[in-house]
């Protein structure tokens, strides 16, 4: 290959230039040829324009841009609404529970609330006071209201046995009906709410109680030192029909001189259709019991415990005198020339069978032992499988054991 020279390059080097312009300006004009080819939809013919773009920099943000075929649209929402409905009444069936608690609250007392009664009913809290003199009931056809007495004498009142009617100044109507019979009863039925009993007193009277309807209201000690006629307390007794019984218990007074009770009248009290008792509730004042904080005890020094410790039996002193004879004529005691000589008498500590004394009776029969143990011990007649329990031996004559042979079963030697 021919190397060009210097001068002939510097000439060549601007017809290249020229030639690569012109290569770039084709291939611009046939770019934009393509372009307009490509609009076929539009009228207009768009003129490509050499133009410089100036570049973007960080903070460009493009606008956004609405397409034209967005078209807003309305949603129907539902709209809820909110009704009151009652609830159902609940009625416990069989298939329910119902708890019923009751709380007692000791100390506690609710007040009376008010109750409607009829228009004109009277209340009292007690049967009213009597005011003397009474209505005497013999006076007056029943039915009976209000305050009324009933004489000793009433054809309702009962004695049993009978009581003897005696006359007195002072007592209701001058007379009253006594008994010195014990355990006599004067019985009386009425119907009424309140009552009182009014009874004799003396030098002679005992003690009766009052009895209604079974239950002891009151014992009375009626005695006196001079003749009385005192009356009771007022004991209501709700309303109805009752029994009065006084009664007679065979008891006196140490100073009085006799078991006499006396009646004299029997007063009652019967509230009328507007007239309503109702007695005030009893207080109890029961103490409640409060617990005590226990007492403190710190032992700060003591003696040492002495510990129990086994002291052993003294030894003691046994003695005993043993007896053997044949009882030849069978009246049960040892005669003279009865008793079997010979045979072999043993004491023996009872615990391990331990022989602390032995010996053989003489011609009269006799044998006797004195020996120190600290062991319960027994008396053993082997030959005759006789035994005693030997007491301890004191100050007087040692124990005697006594064994009587029967006649007629004894051989004829005796070893």
């Known amino acids: 290959m021919r190397r060009l020279k210097p001068s002939a390059a510097r000439r060549l080097l601007p017809v290249l230039a020229a030639l690569c312009l012109a290569m770039l300006a084709s291939a611009a004009w046939a770019a934009a040829f393509f372009l307009i080819r490509a609009q076929t939809n539009t009228n207009e013919t768009i003129i490509p324009t050499l133009m410089v773009l100036p570049s973007l920099t960080p903070t460009d943000t493009p606008a956004p841009t609405i397409p034209a075929s967005l078209t807003p649209t309305f949603t129907a929402t539902a709209t809820v609404t909110l009704t009151e409905t009652p609830?159902?009444?609940?009625?416990?069936?069989?298939?329910?529970?119902?708890?019923?608690?009751?709380?007692?609250?000791?100390?506690?007392?609710?007040?009376?609330?008010?109750?409607?009664?009829?228009?004109?009913?009277?209340?009292?809290?007690?049967?009213?006071?009597?005011?003397?003199?009474?209505?005497?009931?013999?006076?007056?056809?029943?039915?009976?209201?209000?305050?009324?007495?009933?004489?000793?004498?009433?054809?309702?009142v009962r004695y049993l046995p009978p009581w003897t009617p005696r006359l007195a100044q002072f007592a209701s109507r001058g007379q009253y009906h006594r008994t010195e019979t014990a355990y006599s009863t004067a019985s009386f039925t009425f119907e009424g709410e309140g009552l009182r009993v009014r009874y004799v007193a003396a030098q002679n009277m005992g003690i009766f109680e009052i009895v209604v309807d079974?239950?002891?209201?009151?014992?009375?000690?009626?005695?006196?030192?001079?003749?009385?006629?005192?009356?009771?307390?007022?004991?209501?007794?709700?309303?109805?029909?009752?029994?009065?019984?006084?009664?007679?218990?065979?008891?006196?007074?140490?100073?009085?001189?006799?078991?006499?009770?006396?009646?004299?009248?029997?007063?009652?009290?019967?509230?009328?259709?507007?007239?309503?008792?109702?007695?005030?509730?009893?207080?109890?004042n029961t103490p409640t019991p409060e617990p005590q904080p226990a007492a403190r005890i710190e032992l700060v020094g003591a003696p040492p415990t002495v510990q129990p410790t086994g002291t052993p039996i003294p030894p003691r002193v046994v003695t005993a005198e043993v007896v053997i004879a044949y009882d030849e004529n069978g009246n049960r005691t040892v005669d003279p020339a009865e008793g079997v000589a010979g045979i072999s008498v043993r004491v023996v500590e009872t615990n391990n069978n331990r022989v602390i004394a032995s010996g053989f009776t003489d011609e009269r029969g006799y044998v006797a032992f004195e020996v120190v143990t600290d062991a319960p011990a027994q008396i053993v007649v082997p030959y005759f499988g006789k035994t005693w329990q030997v007491q301890r031996g004191g100050n007087n004559a040692a124990p005697a054991y006594t064994l009587l042979l029967t006649p007629g079963n004894q051989p004829g030697l005796i070893p």
Do not use: M
């Open 214 to 284: 079974g239950v002891v209201l009151e014992t009375i000690d009626a005695y006196a030192d001079e003749l009385r006629f005192p009356v009771t307390e007022i004991y209501f007794v709700g309303s109805g029909v009752h029994q009065l019984d006084i009664r007679a218990v065979g008891r006196k007074n140490n100073a009085s001189e006799g078991y006499v009770v006396g009646l004299d009248a029997i007063e009652v009290f019967r509230g009328d259709a507007n007239t309503l008792i109702i007695p005030p509730p009893l207080i109890t």
């Open 87 to 156: 609830l159902p009444t609940l009625v416990p069936t069989l298939s329910e529970r119902v708890l019923e608690i009751t709380v007692v609250l000791p100390g506690v007392t609710l007040p009376l609330l008010p109750t409607d009664f009829p228009y004109g009913t009277i209340l009292l809290s007690a049967p009213p006071q009597p005011v003397e003199p009474l209505p005497d009931a013999t006076d007056t056809a029943p039915p009976f209201f209000g305050w009324y007495r009933f004489e000793s004498d009433y054809p309702t």
